[in-house]
């Protein structure tokens, strides 16, 4: 079922993320889309759950983010749910970012899609290193005890 449009704001976040990867730096970039793609995530229907950052050439990609396609719309409007989408950065941001792609281990992930105060569609990405399991185990039992101080606090 299709939800209401999103005019600004947050779309979608990856919280997967934030647990997968030690998020060291983040940038935002503006990513090149037809207006299909547009209205679908205006609708919601994207997941970036598995998305990541990869370079071709001189110019970094987004890829495995899925924007399904509206169940309204008509059938002569087909795209690629799973295709690379351009990011759009300066030069400087994205000689940065291939540099921190070339260290060992560095990542880049999409953390959050949202709309700005212009309306247009910009993508947060974040350089993050993963995570081995001990850090997960810290990360669930921060995240636990928060949880527990806030209902204590919440009762008196």
């Known amino acids: 079922m299709v939800r209401s449009i999103i005019k600004s ?5 990856n ?3 934030r647990f997968e990867y030690s998020i060291q730096d983040t940038i935002e970039a503006g990513i090149a889309l037809t207006g299909a793609e547009i209205k679908s995530i205006r609708y919601g229907l994207v997941n970036i759950t598995d998305g990541f950052v990869q370079r071709r050439g001189d110019n970094l990609f987004l890829a495995g983010v899925v924007i399904q396609k509206l ?12 295709r690379l ?7 400087g941001q994205i000689n940065r970012l ?6 060992k281990g560095a990542t ?3 953390l959050k899609f949202y709309f700005n105060h212009r309306g247009r569609l ?8 993963g ?13 636990e005890w928060n949880r527990e101080k806030a209902r204590l606090t919440k009762g008196r």
């Open 98 to 103: 291939n540099g921190k792609l070339a260290e």
């Open 131 to 143: 995570k081995n399991r001990a850090d997960k185990r810290e990360t669930i039992k921060r995240r």
């Open 71 to 82: 169940p309204t719309a008509a059938r002569y409007i087909n795209f690629d749910e799973r």
């Open 15 to 17: 919280r997967k993320a």
């Open 108 to 110: 880049i992930v999409p």
């Open 122 to 129: 910009k993508v947060l990405l974040g350089v993050g290193y």
């Open 85 to 91: 989408r351009q990011l759009l950065m300066h030069r």
């Open 9 to 13: 704001g947050q779309v979608c976040e």
